[in-house]
C-alpha cells in the first residue's frame, strides 16, 4: 500500500474533470460563427457558378477514370450515359468535382456522400428491419465542406425534372423546397443532443405525412413494393435450379460467371480470400450470422451507371435449407473522385472509405455492411465492401413507375431533410445552421447555381454525344442499358 501511494499522484476528483472538460464554443458561439462566415463567403456568391479557366475536357476525365476499370464493359456505362443529359449527369461525378472544387466555400466540414444526386436516395431497411428513407450510396463519400453535396444535389433537381418535361416554374419550386427544408432541418439538428441525432431516422410516418393526400395511393404502392424486396425474391428472380443444385442464372454481359481461373489463380480461392478478409473485421455477433450461411455461387453483376465497369460481384449463399437464402453484393472500391481536390482519405482500404461514410452518413447499415481487401496479384489489393442485394431496398426512379412531375415535390423536401441528417451526423449543424439563417437568400442563390450548372451540364452531354458519333467513345447494344 505504501508503494502505491509513493508512485501516484495526488489527483482530485475536480481537476480530473477540469482536465478533460471540452474545449468546444457553445451552441450560441458555432452559431454566430457559421453566420460570420458569411463575410467570408456571402451566401449571394454560393449562386454564382463559376468556371475554371483551364477546365479539363470531360471526356478526357471519363478516359482517365475508365483506365483502371474493366474496359469491356465501359461501353455498358456510356450506353447508359447518353440514354438523356440527367443519366449523363448520374455518371458524371468525377466531371463536376473538379468544378466544384473552384467554387467559393465555407469550408465547414462533413462527412460528403460524393456523387449526390436525386436517384441516390431511396427506403432500405435498417439492422433492426425499421422501413426508413435515407441516401443511398456511398462509394465517392469522403470528407469535405457541406455545400459539395448540396450543389449536386439541387443541380440535379433540375436536371431531372427537366428530363420529365418539367418547366423552370417546377424546377425553381423543387430547389426552393430542397434548400429551405436542408436549412430548417440543420436549425433543428443544431439544438438536438449528439445521441438524439444518431438516432434519428426519417421513418415511414414521417414520409408519409410529407405526401400530399393526392399521392397517397401512389405511396402504398412504393412502400408496399419496398417491403416484398427480400432474399427469397431475389431467389427467384436471379437462380434456378441446375441439376441438384441452385445456380445464379447467366444473363451477359449484365449477370455472367466467372472464368475458373483468374491470371493464374483459382477464382473460388480469391473469392473464399475475400470473404475471409471480410468477416475478420465482423463484429462478433455478426461474423457468427454471416459463418452460419455457405457460399453456393456467385457471379458478376453490372449495376447502376457511376460504378460501371468496376467489379462487382453477387453472392448466394444458403443457410440451413434453400428457404433461407442470403444475397451480398460484393463491390470494388476505388478512389473517390473528389481525392484530387480534397485529398486522400484517412484509410488506405477504400472499402473501409466507403463503409466508415455510410455508417455516419446513413446511420442504420445492414447487418452484413462490411469491408475487406484481396491481393490478387503481388502487391495488388483490391479493397471491397459488402453489403445485402435487396432486403426492405427500394431505390427511387424518374418516369411513370416513380417519381413524376406530379409527386416530385413530395420528394424533395425529404431529399433536403435526408441530406440534412446526415451531415448533422457527421458535422458542426450549428456552424452550418448559422451560415444558412432562415431567410430565402441561401434558396436563391442555390437555384441561381443549379441553373448555370444544369447549362454546364448540357454543354458536357453535347460534347459526349459528338464523342460517341465520332467514335471516340464506344457505347455498347440498347439491351445492355436496363
Known amino acids: 500500500m505504501s508503494y502505491v501511494k509513493k508512485i501516484l499522484p495526488k489527483v482530485s476528483v475536480l481537476h480530473s474533470i477540469e482536465s478533460f472538460k471540452d474545449p468546444r464554443p457553445s451552441i450560441m458561439q458555432r452559431f454566430s460563427d457559421g453566420k460570420a462566415l458569411r463575410k467570408k463567403v456571402s ?13 479539363l475536357d470531360p471526356i478526357s476525365i471519363l478516359e482517365k477514370q475508365a483506365a483502371t476499370r474493366i474496359q469491356s464493359l465501359m461501353p455498358i456505362r456510356y450506353g447508359r450515359m447518353i440514354q438523356s443529359p440527367f443519366n449523363f449527369y448520374r455518371g458524371s461525378a468525377a466531371i463536376m468535382a473538379q468544378d466544384l472544387a473552384n467554387q467559393p466555400t465555407t469550408n465547414i466540414t462533413v462527412q460528403l456522400c460524393g456523387d449526390m444526386h436525386v436517384s441516390n436516395f431511396g427506403l432500405f ?21 457541406w455545400e459539395w453535396d448540396l450543389k449536386r444535389l439541387v443541380a440535379s433537381a433540375i436536371i431531372a425534372c427537366e428530363s420529365i418535361g418539367g418547366n423552370s416554374a417546377t424546377s425553381k419550386e423543387l430547389v426552393y423546397l430542397i434548400s429551405s427544408e436542408y436549412q430548417k432541418k440543420m436549425a433543428h439538428y443544431a439544438k438536438m443532443p449528439f445521441v438524439d441525432i444518431a438516432n434519428e431516422y426519417i421513418l415511414e410516418n414521417d414520409i408519409r405525412k410529407n405526401f400530399s393526400k393526392a399521392h397517397q395511393k401512389k405511396l402504398d404502392l412504393f412502400l408496399k413494393a419496398t417491403k416484398g424486396e427480400s432474399n427469397i425474391g431475389v431467389l427467384e428472380e436471379f437462380t434456378k435450379i441446375v441439376g441438384k443444385n441452385r445456380k445464379i442464372i447467366n444473363a451477359p454481359p449484365l449477370i455472367e460467371h466467372f472464368s475458373k481461373n483468374f491470371k493464374g489463380t483459382p477464382s473460388i480461392d480469391l473469392i473464399n480470400k475475400a470473404l475471409l478478409s471480410y468477416s475478420s473485421t465482423l463484429l462478433e455477433d455478426r461474423e457468427i450470422l454471416f459463418k452460419r450461411y455457405s457460399l453456393k455461387d456467385f457471379a458478376r453483376k453490372v449495376s447502376g451507371i457511376g460504378s460501371v465497369g468496376t467489379n462487382c460481384m453477387l453472392l448466394y449463399f444458403v443457410g440451413d435449407n434453400q428457404k433461407d437464402p442470403l444475397f451480398l453484393q460484393y463491390k470494388e472500391a476505388q478512389q473517390s473522385v473528389l481525392s484530387p481536390y480534397l485529398g486522400e482519405s484517412i484509410y488506405s482500404n477504400q472499402g473501409r472509405r466507403v463503409v466508415a461514410g455510410q455508417r455516419l452518413l446513413q446511420g442504420a447499415p445492414d447487418s452484413f455492411l462490411n ?32 417519381v413524376s412531375l406530379e409527386n416530385f415535390s413530395d420528394y424533395a423536401s425529404l431529399f433536403g431533410w435526408a441530406l440534412a441528417l446526415g451531415h448533422a451526423r457527421s458535422g458542426d449543424a450549428a456552424m452550418i445552421a448559422g451560415y444558412c439563417g432562415e431567410s430565402k437568400q441561401l434558396d ?38 436496363k
Open 444 to 481: 436563391a442563390a442555390l437555384y441561381s447555381f443549379a441553373k448555370s450548372y444544369a447549362v454546364q451540364n448540357k454543354s458536357d452531354y453535347k460534347v459526349f454525344c459528338k464523342a460517341v458519333q465520332t467514335g471516340r467513345i464506344k457505347i455498347a447494344k440498347k439491351n445492355c442499358f
Open 125 to 145: 431497411g435498417t439492422a433492426e428491419h425499421r422501413l426508413v428513407f435515407g441516401i443511398n450510396d456511398f462509394d465517392e463519400t469522403l470528407p469535405g465542406s
Open 43 to 55: 451566401l449571394r456568391e454560393q449562386g454564382i457558378y463559376i468556371t475554371k479557366k483551364n477546365r
Open 371 to 402: 469491408y475487406g481487401g484481396v491481393e490478387y496479384e503481388i502487391d495488388k489489393t483490391q479493397g471491397f465492401y459488402i453489403r445485402q442485394l435487396r432486403d426492405l431496398n427500394g431505390g427511387i426512379s424518374f418516369g411513370p413507375d416513380g
